[in-house]
């Protein structure tokens, strides 16, 4: 049983976690609501009418608070529908991340254990550069985790407007993250030039606006500047 994530796991997640919001804040706008099927064999996810295809990242039971990753379920075998997960588990033994390579997790000693597969899933996400995560109810008591794999899913570009909001909110999406590698790695998962100083990092947006994300002694983000054109 583990109480609290690995400052490995903080580590590897941190840099994708402002991306990982905004892309998943897109993701949610793109899929419809309404009933959901799935055919793991097709690796294809139903719902509201619209097809997409997925990968299984693994499944979360709620009764004791266990997570099992995809690539361990003996259910899926060596099936290409949990390739997302097998590369997750590849990625964390690069890294070291033991929440990425463990077969199976015991989450009930989080506070919250349904919040924390939550954090799970959105971190693989973001190592993985997922366009987004779904959590379905596959049986009672028992959540499914998917990533699509769909070149049908929008992909976000950065907003002016709405990129504080991304900044700080991406910030606190992983307890422990530091406020400088989640701009850093916002940044670069945009492909975006930096400027970094020891208060600040600054870069242009794809229009050529600049920007500037400056930090307090705490190392917290205390501004983001954006000039308009």
Known sequence: ????????????????AAWGWEQLEAFTAFMPSGPWTADLGRCLYQQGG??????????????????LWGWANPGFGDMPVVG??????????????????EAGLDLSGFPDPRMAVEHLAFGAMGVLGAAGYLGVEAAPGTRLYLVPDDP?????????VTLPRVLLTGAGA???????????????????????????????L????????????????????????
């Open 152 to 160: 049908s899913v929008p992909r976000t570009a950065p907003d002016a």
């Open 84 to 101: 997302a997960s097998a590369e997750v588990r590849r990625r964390g033994e690069r890294a070291g991340v033991p929440e990425f390579t």
């Open 206 to 229: 794809p229009n050529g606006a600049p920007v500037t994300v400056s930090f307090d002694e705490a190392g917290r983000i205390a501004s983001v500047n954006v000039t308009a054109l």
């Open 174 to 204: 992983v307890e422990g993250a530091v406020p400088r590698a989640v701009v850093g790695g916002y940044f670069a998962h945009h492909g975006l030039a930096q400027r970094p100083s020891p208060d600040a990092i600054g870069a242009d």
């Open 1 to 16: 049983m583990i109480t609290s994530f690995s400052d490995a796991f903080v580590r590897a997640t941190e840099p994708h």
């Open 50 to 67: 619209r097809d997409l295809r997925i990968s299984v990242l693994g499944t979360f039971d709620e009764s004791d608070g266990s997570w």
